[in-house]
């Protein structure tokens, strides 16, 4: 018996590219997410979670690149589903095109802000 292998000549392309990185951005969000819960919900208690905290909290690089990492991964994973969600009410390729770069000036200006929140830090 000989069986022939089939094999799919895929294209790769942005579609392709944000499908995976949903997978992998959903992949690292669920660690990140869960050892962030952890930490704030019942290590330190919500109830010892103010500015103070906050401050000590960011004074360690290691957790301002944490936080970073957070609000990246979800942000960016937020941002590509709404835009496919927005992709299901349109099928022009110029109007994709117009939301593909709506939603990336989007996703880049507030994650800009956000981090250089998190990097400036809190001043006493």
């Known amino acids: ?7 799919a000549n895929v294209k790769i392309n942005f579609e ?17 997410v869960w050892i962030h819960s952890i930490i ?5 208690g919500p109830e ?11 004074a360690n ?3 301002r ?9 979800a942000f960016s994973h937020g ?3 709404l835009r496919q969600v927005l992709f299901d009410f349109t099928t022009n390729t110029t109007t994709r095109s117009i939301l593909n770069l709506v939603m990336l000036v989007f996703w880049l200006a507030l994650s800009i802000v956000g981090a250089t929140a998190i990097i400036g830090g809190i001043k006493n």
């Not at 018996?1 to 094999?7: E, H, P, Q």
């Not at 690149?65 to 991964?73: G, N, Q």
């Open 1 to 7: 018996m000989i069986t022939a292998k089939r094999s």
């Open 65 to 73: 690149i944490y936080d970073i990492l957070i609000l990246a991964f």
């Open 48 to 58: 010892n979670i103010n500015l103070g905290y906050v401050a000590m909290h960011w």
């Open 40 to 44: 704030n919900t019942l290590v330190t």
């Open 61 to 63: 690089m290691g957790w």
């Open 79 to 81: 941002v590509n589903g």
């Open 16 to 32: 392709i590219n944000a499908w995976k990185y949903m997978r992998l951005s959903a992949i690292l969000l669920v660690p990140l």
